[in-house]
């Protein structure tokens, strides 16, 4: 069965730092990958998805992941970070873009 | 549109009841799923409608039940509610295997 594994339940960075928040996965077939991010008391929004095309995949709100088969990591980064990140990322798997295993998640604090 | 929507957004319950929760698809969308997300954790996949037919189910007990209607509304159903049941429940809608979108969620407090 597939699964994802997030590294750190916790991340803090400064405003203006690059975000790296870490996502492992475990496939027996080739996955679908998405990061979605979380605001207080609201539901899911999709941040990107890999569907074995690119790679690199580049997302909404300059974030931007890159699958590496040969290490199953799928992390997410953004290059310079904004007080409008902080919020929670999690981290899914999927085998028909359906069935989504997601992971624990992850908080992002950004200090000003 | 009016994107995902649930209701109700919060609601309490003591243990032994049973609740309805509900869910109206984005505008175009014919597939629901539904997640338990208890407090701290990811989501929980517990199961998909497609054509009023449960098409998939996670790993959850018999007491959650579900439904969907010929408009693809949705209701999840719990019986024999358990504190654990205490969870956000959100309702992801979807064009057949395509993008899921997520509503806000109903927040469950079971006494």
């Known amino acids: 069965a597939q699964s994802v594994t997030q590294l750190g339940s916790h991340v803090s960075v400064s405003e203006g730092a690059l975000v790296l928040l870490r996502c492992n996965y475990s496939?027996?077939?080739?996955?679908?990958l998405f990061w979605y991010v979380q605001y207080p008391n609201q539901g899911l929004q999709l941040l990107l998805k890999y569907t074995s095309a690119a790679t690199l995949v580049k997302g909404i709100n300059g974030f931007e992941a890159e699958f590496k088969k040969s290490e199953t990591s799928f992390h997410l980064t953004k290059p310079s970070a904004h007080m409008s990140d902080a919020a929670e990322y999690f981290c899914?798997?999927?085998?028909?873009?359906?069935?989504?295993?997601f992971g624990a998640g992850t908080r992002l604090t950004v200090k000003p | 549109d009016a994107g995902v929507t649930q209701s109700p957004t919060h609601l309490i319950k003591t243990r032994g009841q049973q609740v309805t929760l509900r869910c109206s698809p984005k505008s175009g969308h014919d597939t629901v799923s539904w997640y338990q997300q208890a407090l701290g954790q990811g989501p929980q996949f517990i199961f998909q409608y497609y054509e009023e037919e449960e098409r998939q189910r996670g790993n959850f007990p018999d007491r959650f039940s579900g439904h969907q209607f010929p408009n693809y509304s949705s209701e999840l159903n719990v019986n024999a509610l358990l504190l654990g049941d205490s969870a956000l429940y959100l309702c992801a809608s979807s064009w057949e295997y395509n993008e899921q979108f997520f509503g806000p969620g109903t927040r469950l407090t079971v006494l």
């Open positions: 899914a798997v999927s085998l028909n873009n359906n069935d989504m295993r």
């Open positions: 496939s027996s077939v080739p996955p679908y």
